[in-house]
């Protein structure tokens, strides 16, 4: 379909590059647009007549600097009522499980190293709180509600018991934390699902040194999330 004479309900923002190859195959046929961060699509969903506009998904880019310039690219572009991030997770071995899909309710930035003030202050000023009271049970797909960390790197062995520690966390991702600080900065309503593709423990993670397997389970975890994401939509529609 061409491009749109209003503007979507909804943005779905997908970040890694393995994560875009889901979508454009789960999508064979949408016609593909440039934008300065990465490809877009309109799908319509013409067979769920509440969803009366077609839903945009757009390639961000990795790491916290595309995922904020993307974010608030697609914001000021199509003035959405919500953005979506739909995408993958690392997750602390023994905290959580392969597969476990994370309802985030809570962003954090941790790879921030202040020396000349409070680093507190900084960690907690690009920490964002994600509203998530609008979503009523039963939920979509079986989903875990807690907090996610992100960084512009991999998780770190050593980085998971203090994050644990302070933070009680049990997962970790890219970008999450920067879509959801421009969308609230935005007031702009977020929704972030992620699903866990590996597990880092103390013998490493399983996908490093073997990036088929996270290509593997991204392809498992996204698809699920696709499937799922009009369940999501209507939930928004529904309580808005």
Known sequence: MGEMSKNPDFVVL????????????????????????????????????????????????WGKVAASASTQYSISRWHPKMVINLG???????????????????????????????????????????DTSWLTTPFPLQVKRTLLVSADRDLFYDDITRLKAKYGATAADWESGAIAWVAYKNQTRCLILRGVTDLVGVSGGEAYDNVNYYYENTELIMKKLIESLPQWLLKYEDNS
């Open 88 to 130: 993958t997770c690392g997750g602390f071995e023994g905290d959580i499980d392969k597969g476990e899909i994370i309802l985030v309710e809570k962003t954090i930035i941790y790879d921030i190293f202040e020396q000349m003030g409070d680093p507190e202050e900084h960690i907690k000023h690009f920490s964002t709180e994600i």
């Open 14 to 61: 997908i970040s890694a590059d393995a994560e875009w190859r889901v979508i454009r195959n789960y999508f064979p046929k949408a016609t593909i647009y440039p934008s300065p961060y990465g490809e877009w699509l309109n799908y319509s969903y013409e067979d769920i007549t509440r969803l009366k506009q077609p839903v945009v998904f757009i390639h961000g880019g």
